[in-house]
DNA sequence: CAGTTACCTTACTTGAAGTAGGTTACTACC
DNA sequence: GGTAGTAACCTACTTCAAGTAAGGTAACTG
């Protein structure tokens, strides 16, 4: 027979098969849970060779990252790439990235937001934070928006949480915007959208 | 002179002084890269201190996390209340958001995503996913949109991220939400702050 | 088939989280 | 004013995971 059995592999591919293991064990068990130990194990191979390829557990992660953030580049690209107007490739664009973070749960999980937090207590805290602001905002639009369904009002309120985050990182970098500024400018792109479409 | 000069706190007085010192530490350094040996000094007090009173480092920065959050709570409740419309309420509990983050930068960090990882290569990366899709969305909008500053191109591009973002995480609590269901989903409540508005 | 390279290992060091058990200063009551 | 009790505090340890030094072995190459 000549069944290849060998062990040692190639470094290309040895690479691949870490990066692939390494990204199951960090969404798992959340990054700062997860050793190394434990992922060279499975890998079936001893912990150097993770040090010898990848310098730190960081840099592992990092080469998870970058894998995740190489196929949604090149996703989102693709899908918006000779759209005929503005709203179609903002439509195609948007299509992809659900459909991407849809079809690469495990990889999405590794980057977003919490990191090495999932499924800790403090990453629930956080998390109570954007819930108590969402339901504030929630409350607000039943009490104001009578003819929307609950599932719109609550998506709605993500969707002004998650924008403000955003934009409060984005203000931290432009000095000159003022608080005023920053609400009267979310204001401007939100509101119309927001609104009564009626009037 | 009556100076008191004892080393001994009672209970109440020394967590709040550990909690300011950790929630400067663990901004700074960020959470994994501090330790509790050095917060323990920087109180002057020993480390079996931090533990009687936080039982663990999450549980400190569980502390500092829920002193933000309260903080927060309050702001905003206070600022919406006897708004007399939708709109004035947005705009006031918005502009309390930014206001707050702007007065509490330091708590703010310890709390925005990235949490452990800031100014590490990790973080950076994934800050480096989000700027690729705010990129692409906003030379799309350059593209269509002329009568447009920079800045605001800038600053909606950010905007549509945040929400994608966020809107991701709520899909995953909702399976009945298809990738299609999402992206039109988005377009609604996005669209019409986003388009021309003189149509 | 000998030499070289590249894959791989065992066995260590280092550093930080968390703990066991003892000590000191404030306080209340005689 | 002395003394018992307790709340605040400490030194000195264990444990566990990241990272490393130094060397072994399979596979290719002439």
């Not at 990848?54 to 840099?59: L, Y």
């Not at 009490?143 to 998506?155: N, W």
């Not at 993500?158 to 924008?163: D, H, L, R, T």
Request: proline share 3%.
């Amino acid at each position: 027979m000549t069944v290849i059995k060998r062990k040692r592999m190639p470094r290309a591919e040895r690479e691949r098969q870490m990066i692939d293991i390494a990204e199951g064990v960090f969404a798992e068990r959340g990054y700062s849970a997860a050793s190394m130990d434990d992922i060279a194990e499975l890998v079936g191979v001893s912990k150097p060779m993770l040090y010898e390829y990848f310098n730190s557990k960081e840099g592992l992660l990092l080469a998870c990252i970058r894998q995740s953030r190489t196929a949604l580049r090149l996703s989102t690209e693709q899908a918006v790439a000779g759209a005929p107007d503005a709203e179609s490739a903002l439509y195609r664009g948007l299509l992809a990235f659900f459909v991407f973070i849809g079809e690469h749960r495990q990889g999405w999980s590794v980057l977003r937001q919490e990191l090495s937090f999932i499924g800790t207590p403090a990453a629930e805290e956080v998390e109570e934070i954007r819930r108590q602001q969402t339901d504030l905002i929630a409350a607000l639009m039943s009490t104001y928006f009578d003819g929307r369904s609950e599932l719109q009002i609550e998506a709605s309120a993500e969707f002004v949480v998650g924008a403000c985050d955003r934009l409060a990182i984005w203000c931290e970098r432009h000095d000159e915007v003022t608080p005023e500024d920053a609400a009267r400018y979310t204001m401007d792109v939100l509101w119309r959208g927001l609104a009564p479409h009626d009037s």
